[in-house]
Every structure is written in C-alpha cells, then in structure tokens.
C-alpha cells in the first residue's frame, strides 16, 4: 500500500512540476532587525541581531498564480476507484476523505501547520508572484480582541477584553534563476510590524521553501 500511495503522488508531482502551483513548506530565518528604544527609533534599516528567529511558513499557489498564505493543511486524497490528492484546510472536511500514508494500520494525513501567523480564517490571499525574480505581498491584521493577541490579558481590567491592534505588512521575494521545477526556492522575507511599538518594526531574513504537493486547488469537492 505504501509503495502505490508513493507512485500515485509521484506522477501528479511530474505533471505540474513546471509551474509554482501546489503547497510550499517553509522555513524563515529572520536575523535583521531595526532598533526601537523608548518613543524613537535609532534606525528604520534592519541591522543584524544578536540571535536569529525560526519560524515556519505555508503558502498555496493555485493553477492561475494565486497565492495563499495558510495556517494549516493535510494532503489527503478522495475516495473511489480513482483517488485524487487533495490539500485541506478546512479541518470539518476531513472526514470526507482518505488519508495517503498509513500508521497503525490505518491511513492518516500528513499534516503540516504553523502557530507564526494566526488568522481569522484559514487562509489570506497575497498579491504578486512565487517565481524567479519575482516577489509577493500582503497584511497580516491581529485585531485588539483576538484570543492571541499579545497585549491581552485576562486579569488586566482595561486589557481583559481587548488589546491593540497589530498589523504585519508581509513582502516576499524569490532569487533571481530559481525555478518550481526544482521543488526548491530561496529568497528573502520581511516584514513591518506596527501595534507592538510606538514605532513600526522591520524585520528581515533568509526564506527557503519547498513543494511538498503539486495540487493547484484546495478543498477539493471529494
């Protein structure tokens, strides 16, 4: 079983594999930062910190470029005589489908999730492009009641209920000659960070992403 689960997604990988579409896992090392002190800044270009910060990253590219940037997502596959591989992220779904790897004896999807970017939904459309030399943006928005939001607290009586509003003003781009055909791109990622600070934050650093699925649609109708 393992063996055809393996062939079945390996001959969907080679068909789209010229394009960007599909699901891209990555990882983001942000080790620049400009410096804030007290009500001024000493600096809006980024300098090197002391230390580097990890953080995971999920984006979803459809047929037409679109991209996505997603809190979560399971590749699994429809049912029937000829399953099809699927990308969820609306977690309700998952119930309609068949898991693509087996554990236990019983098949699972695989999973792959973020807590660095916490929506409102499960999902939050970028503008721009995921190809070489190109680059994309969007907004992050934390409202001021967000469950996460950072300057919540529950025994505080005027944050109780609601903090300040954060925005994360998101800007990606790839490095020029790299191609989807490789499941591979590299390039850089920053961000401007207001609501934290009486100043905006800008924070810069190293973005490597790879394909783990070719498939250009989420949620498919099983």
Request: net charge positive; with cysteine; glycine share 8%.
């Amino acid at each position: 079983m393992k063996l055809a689960l393996l062939l079945f997604f390996c001959l969907v990988t080679v068909a789209s594999a010229q394009t960007a579409a599909g699901l891209w896992v990555g990882d983001i090392t942000l080790d620049q930062v400009n410096e804030v002190h007290a009500r001024q800044t000493t600096g809006a270009t980024p300098t090197p910190a002391a230390k580097p910060f990890s953080m995971r990253v999920l984006l979803h590219v459809n047929a037409s470029g679109q991209i996505k940037l997603l809190k979560e997502a399971v590749l699994m596959r429809t049912r029937g005589a000829s399953p099809a591989p699927v990308i969820v992220t609306q977690m309700n779904l998952i119930p309609n489908y068949d898991g693509v790897t087996v554990r236990g004896g019983q098949l699972i999807g695989q999973r792959f999730s973020t807590v660095s970017f916490p929506m409102s939904g499960d999902t939050l459309a970028l503008s721009g492009g995921l190809a070489a030399g190109t680059s994309a943006t969007g907004t992050l928005a934390l409202a001021a009641s967000s469950p996460v939001n950072p300057f919540r607290h529950k025994y505080h009586p005027d944050l109780a209920n609601a903090g300040r509003a954060v925005s994360r003003a998101i800007s990606i781009a790839i490095t020029a000659g790299e191609t989807p055909a490789d499941h591979v791109l590299n390039g850089t990622w920053s961000e401007t960070i207001t609501g934290l600070h009486n100043s905006a934050i800008t924070v810069t650093g190293s973005l490597v992403l790879n394909r783990v699925s070719t498939v250009d649609q989420l949620n498919n109708t099983p």
